[in-house]
């Protein structure tokens, strides 16, 4: 291999500034012709439905501008708004505390037999869909469920004060059960390529391994908890299957009363100004993410 | 145990954590399988009525009812598998150059570039799919194949941009550079050294846009209907209908290429190229 290359570096004349200035516009203009089809099919499959939504909520019948559908909006779906939002956000915060808790036990357990039990243990679900998600909750959810006879089998629950949990809960935890292996996936990669002499002096100092988790590992990992989570509360606002299955009464969530307007009253233009609240919900997911990259640039 | 050993503790001392540890691995154990475990016993119930906590019988009458030749289950199968290939074929024919392009080659906004292939992934899709269904009404590509695939394709797409072009920058510069040295034209390089050493990179996000094309449901549930009746819009029917046993095998049969893929899923996606996504 070092033969030919210095072979090669031998033989292979000292390029002219002129053609290398010519490599880099040939290479210039090779690249965007490998990037348009792709950049093509996102902008019309992808960007103009979006923005055609974006128009869709401010169009009167008659073509011009109005805030009516907003204001019926607002009027039909209030509940479901703020229903959504605590559905959300309890579930990412959930999320959050199970993907911290099964990462920092990767991370920092000591028992090799628990760690490796925990590592095939965690991700089952991390590539089911949502649709069977909602499935599988209806049935173990359920009054007649596998959960409310275990807790009444070992004596947890009174058979009588058995209920279903097919309502916001269901929802949750379908939310929960889908979506928290793929953050701790995220997480535990993170938190297993950081430099370990940290974590080690502070654990031959005495430390207890939750302050380690909280003091070391945890903050250096911020950034990666932080996509894991605003990537999940996106996905999981426009998840339609999941409430559609297990909730689909009022109060529900607001992609049910989208795919309602849609499906059964053909009316597009209040279905679009859901769709955009909805977008202006993810905005303020997303902000915390742009907040927190621009700290880290400014530090760096 | 070998710590109590080393430092000469009881073995005692470590009872109550192994206790407390086997507890909690227990109770993840049932949050995780309960649920499919559940599935599985609706999957073979002939009977379950209400206050019985196991099915009153056991049978496969629902399986000869879903897979009989005339039976949608089949044909949805087919749907399913069909779309998904197309939508690997179509993604990966427009991303491998893509991330080539991204990975190899000197771009100018190429932060706005990768940044354009995020926005699928980073903003709820329910108003894209709505309109794109209005759209592909209007121009007859509504309830067809051929518009399920341009839904997929255009989400499945950003996937495959994204591991392609972490695939393409894993590769090692010098050798590629070694082939041009001793006279390999660019295509050939990319065809007998790049390509191969990416394969595999490029195989896990074939495989990712296959699953998430499989497991698609909102996109199809605005665009495929009346006549796209692809298998999770197939259990969804099934479920909403109250037929649990329907619905429930077949989301044994959408459950096994998602699990299969979990349990293979580092095989293809070593930590090197992890580590390249998004550079």
New interface residues.
Partial sequence: ?SM??DL??GI?PVEPESRVRNQ?RT??W???A??T???T??A???????V??AV?AFRAADGGFTLAHFAKSIDLYTKDIVFTIGIVGLSTLLIAIVAIAIAGYLTLG??PR?VA??RW????????????A???????LA?????N??LI?TGLIEPLSAESMLDWRGIVVAFV?KQAPFVTLLLA?AMA?LDRTHVEAARNLGAPRWRVLFGIVLPQVRGTLLVGL??SF?TM?????VP??INPNSPTMM?VD??YR?STLSD?AV??AL??I??LL?AVG?AFYLRHAVQKAEGA | MTSAVQTGTPWLRHVPGAFTRALLLALLAFVIFGPLLNLLLWAFAEKWYFPSKLPLEYGFTFWRRVFAPRGNAIGSLGTSVWIALLTVVFSLAVAIPAGYALARLRLPWRGAILLAFLLPQAVPNLPVYVNIAQVFYQIGLAGTVTGVVLVHASHGLVLAVWIASAAFAAVDGSLEEAARNMGASPWTCFRTVTLPLAAPGLMASAIFVFLESLDEFTGTYFVGVPDVTTLPLLMFNASMGGNYQIASITALLLLVPSIGFMLVVERFLKSDVLAMVGR
């Fill in positions: 291999m030919s290359t090669a570096a292979a880099a290479q210039r090779a690249g965007f490998l990037i089809p792709a950049l099919v996102v019309l499959f992808f960007v103009m439905p979006l055609l939504s869709g000591e028992n628990g039990l925990l243990l965690y991700r089952w679900p991390l590539f089911i869909p949502f649709v069977v909602g499935q599988v909750m209806r049935t173990f009054k007649n469920g596998l959960l006879h275990v089998g059960w990669g390529s605003v990537l996106v606002l426009s998840v339609l299957s559609l299955m992609t989208v795919a849609i597009y279905a679009n769709c955009l909805s977008l993810a997303a």
